[in-house]
């Protein structure tokens, strides 16, 4: 059993996917857009083309003839995929599941509309003139989301309509391929905020992780844990409506599907077909198998026998705070010196304000205290730093 994989997307979560793959005896080519990408560094060849470009993407497809496309972000020429599957190559999850989730009308459309899953009320703005009609609807507080982008860039929370103008600009400005268009969303009083890992399979059962709690600012993951306090009925819900999306997309992969707990239940979010940033949790082994492994036997077509918690745990990330081309990364000994605790460093070639450059990990026994944990991992991420 040995395919030959074309990874588009090479960041942290793609260098992870790549040597769960290689474990297993696959060959990996990772392409981004830039050179020196993390999962370039571990791959077994890499190229550098502007996904966004139709053309150069249709070329690197042909130059290597790969068995499987597997994407680690939105910003690709996804309608391109359905060509590369009348070509019998295997897109990762489907090329329908791609295309919907690059687009956040499409999945919130599919998932609002046509399965009738709880989401937040929400309405679509293609001018400044529109978008204040939006708010004006949902009142304030609302989201403001660019349609496609990544990693919660051009996503904040408007809470006053003085600052109308300040979340419009920064979501398009933060819009990534040719989608200028904006969603608004009524906010959601959550309590809290969980991801639920979920795995289709070729031959087998949705199966789902033990949930995952998370914090988010600026739209990004800062920290998450897992397992995370949750009720047996919002499990239930929330295992039923990602089985709901998930099936609608179609295609075998690992799935990170985003739910708000409420006093009113559970929310659908948002959806990635792919491993999850607060995923990265996992890395601690949390469970018998990471994210990254579930997800190459699924797209493998490979058994799981079965995804079993085993540790407590957490992570909390590490952030650059400007830009540079040349910076240093200080303090893991001190990080290491903790007991039942892990770090990982990304290996970004280069740093910007917010950018995630690592991640601390913190483990305890399964019924430890998730809440001490957590404090530890915020603190693990503190000792190290990007000068």
């Not at 969980?194 to 059962?205: A, E, H, M, R």
């Not at 303090?331 to 990304?346: M, P, S, V």
């Not at 970004?348 to 430890?368: C, H, I, Q």
Request: charged letters at 25%.
């Amino acid at each position: 059993m040995h395919k030959k994989i074309l990874l588009l997307g090479s960041g942290e979560l793609g260098k992870e996917v790549v040597i769960a793959l290689q474990r297993l005896g696959q060959t990996i080519i990772a392409v981004d857009s830039y050179a020196g990408a993390p999962a370039m560094q571990v791959a077994d060849g890499h190229e550098v083309i502007d996904m966004l470009n139709g053309n150069e993407l249709d070329a690197i497809v042909a130059k290597h003839n790969p068995d499987l496309i597997v994407p680690e972000i939105e910003a690709i020429r996804t309608e391109r995929f359905y060509d590369y599957e009348k070509q019998n190559i295997q897109v990762v999850p489907s090329a329908r599941a791609a295309n919907f989730t690059m687009n956040r009308k499409l999945i919130r459309d599919l998932a609002s509309k046509e399965l009738g899953l709880r989401t937040a009320k929400y309405f679509y703005a293609t001018t400044f003139e529109e978008f204040e009609k939006a708010v004006n609807e949902i009142g304030t507080p609302c989201v403001v989301k660019p349609l496609m982008s990544s990693s919660g860039k051009g996503q904040s929370v408007l809470k006053n309509e003085g600052d109308k103008k300040i979340a419009w600009d920064y979501a398009i400005n933060n819009s990534r391929g040719d989608i200028q268009e904006v969603i608004i969303e009524e906010f959601i009083a959550f309590h809290t905020e969980i991801t639920l890992l979920t795995v289709t399979q070729k031959n087998g059962p949705t199966l789902f992780c033990p949930p995952i709690g998370h914090r988010q600012e600026r739209g990004d993951y800062q920290e998450s844990w897992q397992p995370v306090a949750i009720s047996e009925k919002d499990y239930t819900d929330a295992c039923e409506m990602a089985e709901k999306v998930t099936t609608a997309l179609t295609g075998a992969g690992l799935w990170g599907v985003e739910f708000f707990l409420t006093e009113k239940g559970v929310y659908f979010s948002e959806l990635s077909p792919r491993p999850h940033d607060t995923g990265m949790v996992t890395l601690a082994g949390t469970q018998n198998l990471s994210e990254f492994e579930l997800h190459a036997r699924a797209i493998l077509g490979l058994p799981i026998p079965e995804i079993k918690l085993e540790r407590a745990a957490a992570s909390a990330v590490i952030l650059a705070n400007r830009t540079a081309d040349d910076f240093t990364i200080t303090g893991i000994e001190k990080a290491l010196e903790q007991k039942n605790t892990e770090i990982r460093i990304f290996g970004k070639p280069s740093t910007r304000s917010f950018r995630r450059m690592g991640v601390a990990l913190v483990y305890d026994e399964v019924n430890a205290d998730i809440e001490g944990i957590r404090k530890k991992a915020l603190h693990t991420a503190s000792l190290i730093h990007i000068e």
